[in-house]
């Protein structure tokens, strides 16, 4: 499977705990999106890297959010201090630079549940 | 301003039926991009179909159709033939030229298709 597979699947935590999520893209795209779902409601965009550097931070990513991708490759998505608000679907994107070939390729997505 | 509305929360179709979910978008950037997305029970986003602002001709892929009617700023979807697997949640989703980087999303239409 070459798709964009994310790391758990599923998470329970308590109020508190940090966690760390993991995406791995599909191998040629080096545009990597995060995005946060809450039930009822479409993805709403966190963040997005280029190769290795993250160049936009939506105001969803408050500080207790933290995003990397260290060699282009797979990225990680840590939350501290978890809080029940934190509860929802956090889902990895990835797709080309190429304008004309910027189709967003998701993965099955890691569901959060702060206790 | 929501840059994407459906206001479809949920429909119901008869299996072999044809059915339409709406879509109505907002951007006054020439060039935009327009998606459709599937989103099952377990949770991971598949891509259905796309429609770029300048393609002369309405999108299709398979049983999917996209009815774009430029003027109107509508994006309508179309199923033919529903299949009891096309019970998800679909969502319409855009990217234009002042957020490239990043898709907006509609709160989704929960479709149902009855056997």
């Known amino acids: 499977d070459t798709g964009v597979s994310q790391d758990p699947r599923h998470k329970i935590t308590k109020r508190g705990q940090n966690v760390t999520f993991r995406c791995d893209p599909i191998s040629e795209h080096n545009r990597l999106y995060w995005y946060r779902q809450t039930l009822g409601q479409g993805p709403e965009f966190l963040t997005y890297?280029?190769?290795?550097?993250?160049?936009?931070k939506s105001r969803l990513l408050s500080d207790r959010f933290s995003a990397e991708r260290p060699k282009g490759s797979f990225s990680t998505l840590e939350i501290q201090r978890t809080e029940q608000g934190d509860s929802a679907m956090y889902l990895c994107?990835?797709?080309?630079?190429?304008?004309?070939?910027?189709?967003?390729?998701f993965g099955p997505g890691t569901r959060l549940t702060v206790l | 301003a929501q840059k994407i509305t459906q206001t479809q929360p949920g429909m119901f179709v008869q299996e072999k039926e044809a059915v339409t979910l709406d879509c109505t978008y907002d951007t006054s950037d020439p060039s935009y991009g327009l998606f459709w997305y599937k989103q099952p029970s377990s949770g991971e986003m598949i891509f259905l179909i796309y429609?770029?602002?300048?393609?002369?001709q309405n999108a299709t892929e398979g049983r999917y159709s996209l009815n774009f009617q430029k003027a109107r700023k509508s994006a309508n979807l179309v199923i033919s033939a529903s299949q009891l697997g096309d019970s998800a949640m679909y969502f319409c989703?855009?990217?234009?030229?002042?957020?490239?980087?990043?898709?907006?999303f509609g709160s989704g239409t929960k479709l149902n298709v009855k056997p």
């Open positions: 989703a855009m990217r234009d030229l002042g957020n490239f980087n990043k898709f907006y």
């Open positions: 890297f280029q190769n290795e550097a993250q160049l936009e």
């Open positions: 429609q770029g602002s300048y393609d002369q």
């Open positions: 994107a990835s797709s080309l630079a190429d304008p004309s070939a910027g189709t967003q390729y």
